[in-house]
């Protein structure tokens, strides 16, 4: 079983970083991660070790499992397959918000010319739910590798893009659309649902 999840984590959490690569490469983003005039540094380069963190991470449990034993959560065989389902599930929610956005992804701070207020798909209902999405990714990592780290450094990377970079956001695409997007954040949560008379209030 041991070798399976580990086989499985390599797939759902790599089938991801994989798709959202192809998504900046269809853009004609000609690679900029980092627009100064949008994001410190210091955040950049916190994002940029974060992330290379991870992805070390999960490559040391996939290929040296024993070195994370002290990280061990002595799960069930039953709770790891849910894992699984959890996993296959967040990976089809990142290929619709990945659809959704077409060609109006990118990976810095900034807006192209030409480029549209999403407001189609996950985006009806989050503004910005590329970032939630990679709560349940790595809540099932953590089920699946029956590891608690895996989970924690992946998960607390997320909520500290959804609270230090969503406000940069927030501010430029505000400047940008103006009216319109005060309207869409009117109807809809920055990273989860936003809910009306207990009604999940679509825009």
Request: net charge positive; aromatic share 14%.
């Amino acid at each position: 079983m041991e070798s399976y999840c580990r086989i499985a984590v390599g797939i759902i959490y790599f089938f991801q970083m994989a798709a959202l690569i192809y998504s900046y490469q269809r853009t004609n983003d000609k690679k900029i991660l980092y627009d100064s005039a949008r994001e410190s540094r210091l955040l950049f380069i916190v994002r940029v070790i974060w992330v290379y963190a991870i992805i070390a991470s999960i490559c040391v449990y996939i290929l040296f499992p024993d070195s994370l034993r002290w990280g061990e959560l002595h799960l069930g065989n039953s709770v790891r397959i849910v894992g699984m389902i959890a996993g296959i599930a967040s990976d089809l929610l990142v290929v619709w918000i990945l659809v959704s956005l077409g060609k109006n992804i990118s990976a810095a701070l900034k807006i192209r010319d030409g480029q549209r207020l999403v407001t189609e798909g996950p985006y009806r209902y989050v503004r910005h739910p590329l970032y939630s999405a990679g709560i349940p990714l790595f809540l099932s990592i953590a089920l699946i590798s029956s590891n608690w780290f895996l989970g924690v450094i992946g998960i607390g990377f997320q909520f500290f893009v959804m609270l230090v970079r969503t406000p940069l956001e927030e501010k430029m695409l505000l400047e940008h659309f103006g009216d319109e997007y005060r309207s869409y954040i009117e109807n809809t949560g920055a990273h989860f649902p936003k809910f009306n008379a207990g009604r999940v209030k679509p825009i």
